[in-house]
């Protein structure tokens, strides 16, 4: 009843890369994409009765993120 999307990245992970931008810019950054798409869903789910999911997870030792999203198929 439900369709799974995982989207997984190798990188550095959120908290390495937040430190190496709060460096260079003394601004803490805030991902447009990240706002971007979270404001997509909000207004999806202001209109329907059951919600999108979207869970972030940092994987271990700065090894990468998924990304969870969770769309209701009825």
Known sequence: ????CHIQDNGIGRQQSQALKYKKSDHR????????NQKRIDLINASQSKQIQLNIIDLPNNSGTVVAIIFPLS
Do not use: M, N, Y
């Not at 009843?1 to 799974?4: A, K």
């Open 1 to 4: 009843e439900q369709l799974h």
């Open 29 to 36: 950054h805030i991902s447009f994409a990240s706002k971007a």
